[in-house]
DNA sequence: AATGAATGAGGATTCATTCAT
DNA sequence: AATGAATGAATCCTCATTCAT
């Protein structure tokens, strides 16, 4: 009945990629200073939107956590799945390629992420949850299937391949909180590929049946 | 007769305990909420002061943190290099005791502040540095100073040592920020004796030299 | 019938008029009780707005003030260079006229601001900064000019404006303090009115040229 | 019955000039930073004493700060007293030299305490009334004695003494005021001695009487 | 949908002052 | 008399969040 059937929109963008451009501006805030220290303020800022506008998009700062959280990680845990998917090779040879791959991880923001979650993972179950379920289970199942591959195809000797998965993830883990938390002010040097390579390596032989001990994936 | 004849000081002098107490506090409640979460009214409170007298002992709350972390970390590093330093059996077996020996760590508060200072190094730079002074490079020598001596005797394979520090190291940097960060919150169970023990076989078979594979320290 | 029908909104959005609210209750508060004993919260509840609006407008209790120096003093300052400006009788007399708007501003705000300026020029140097470029300079300049006016137009004798201008303004510096400060504590009684006439007799007197000596303005 | 009869001092110095010392250091601290502004814990520490023995000698703050009022101005008074007292030259001989004394008051504690006084007039009543009382009163009295004097001798016109008094003092106010709170902080330069000299002759000339307009003191 | 304006609920820090020794 | 230790009472400022438009 009103008058004004032309519903012409009052403001510019109304760009459904709002939510996309504000989650990357948290996430590069969030990597820098956690949690607590980083203000939403300075996330609308830095998304070129007012304060009020986050809240059109995300119920709270934990919720904006949340997405940051989702949508960092899920690509990654995606393409570590396809990547693996369709390997044929010898199993050795996919854990070195599994492992490049996760090498290349320490590079996306998902190095940064992980330290914050598990910064507030006391403060913020749902947060440990959401990691828990997203990126865990997934890396998890993942690893494990790959040494289960390795033992039943006699390439490994025969361990418990549940006990494997944090032995070849630790490393990746401490590379990267290396880099996002202590390198930049600890004077130790730290050469990661050089480390990675040896992980590499003392992870296969460790892994190797006793008879195939000279031989080298 | 008078019912108020009990003149009970309203507090008392205790200068040689008071900082010790206040660190203790400090530690609880920074292991349990973080940096920015806990609060000097509560570390107060803990410990049976009122607020100002923290600022009798420590000049701000990052001064506390600080001392949390030299206090807390200290005994157990001193702990760690003597109870090396006099070793004289095998290499293998020495390993075996060390990692043994940062396995009672995990369960030392220390595990709890490594993951507070991870937290924090970014917005406390010092902290990050006293870290790296006080744990971090005492550590690095200490393991590094193992696997050399593993070579040198011809027990390990030749490798580089700067190289397996964070080999060795990594899985029981995975335990503790799983132990206090991610375990309460998510359904995978991780057995971390398990784990460490997989990870002593592994690491010492990854080390061995080809000719020794069969022998296990 | 509902007796709480009345949906009166919590707040009013007033951004044009806030800082001039919040900038008069300040300067009530500063003029009353000094700088550092004037309250932000009290600041606010006299503008009838939370502490945190406060914030909104003024970085710091600081440049709160700065806000009340300037706009306490520009519109004096403005005012007394128009009243000369246009002046075209005699210089003694203008000097009185002079003296008068002067005596005018001792009842404004603006008293009460010098005192506060003067209290904490050491303090807040910004301050006194302000102070001399706002309203210091340009008295100063606007005070030489009459003398030199008089002394061209031969109405007075020949002496250096610059040093004059202290002269004329000092009378005016005691009596504004006297009122802001000593007056309702000290018995003693100063009859502002009759001193400021003592003022201007003496100190044209003591311009005139000798051979005028028996003229006054 | 105790054995210990020789009652020895437990502490060292039991100076009787430890609240001469506490007020010298009180007023260098207030001079410099106002009321509010100097912590006890300075005074007390440029006075090599604890916090705690300010008081012993002073019930608090204020009282600290009226005997810092007391010891400074009382003895310069005195000294003005004293040397008026036995002056039997000319009254504008007098006033020279007693604008010479009080130019010389410029340059002592007196100065930055008066300027404390004024701001803390409003919150310390008290004070205004101690300043009132040692210092305006008997000031006053003095210059207003000089002018009368003057009258009497048919040195001066006829005027009101009482009205001369503040003349004769303000540009004394304006300087000292200037130098402890202005000069610093702004580029104007104003030449003391030149000022000062200038006050005596044009006051001089103002209260000289019209037949005696060409002779100067 | 978007935002400028406003605020409630803290939280760190300061400092005059008091107490126990 | 002297003081180290302790504290109560502020007070500034911050920031996530909400409201009115």
Known sequence: MT?????????QRR?????????????????????ARTRLADVAARAHVSKATVYVYFANKERLFEAVVRETVTPNV??????????D?????LLRTLLLLFD???????????????????????LARVWGELVLQRMFALV???????????????????????????PLLLLGLWKHSLAPHVPVVLDRHAVLAAHADVLLRG???????????
């Open 3 to 11: 008058p004004t059937s032309t519903p012409r929109p009052r403001w």
């Open 15 to 35: 760009s459904e990629d709002r939510p996309a451009e504000l989650v990357a501006a948290a996430l590069a805030l969030f990597a820098e200073r956690g949690f």
């Open 78 to 87: 995606d393409r570590a799945e396809a990547l693996i998917r369709g390997y």
């Open 89 to 93: 090779g010898s199993t050795p040879a």
């Open 104 to 126: 290349g991880l320490l590079d996306s923001p998902m190095a940064a992420v992980l330290k914050v979650v598990l910064a507030e993972a006391g403060n913020f179950p749902e």
């Open 144 to 170: 494990q299937g790959v040494i289960a591959r390795g033992i039943e195809r006699k390439e490994f000797r025969v361990v418990n391949p549940a006990e494997m998965v944090p032995l070849v993830m630790s």
């Open 207 to 217: 892994l190797a049946r006793p008879e195939d001990a000279h031989v080298q994936g």
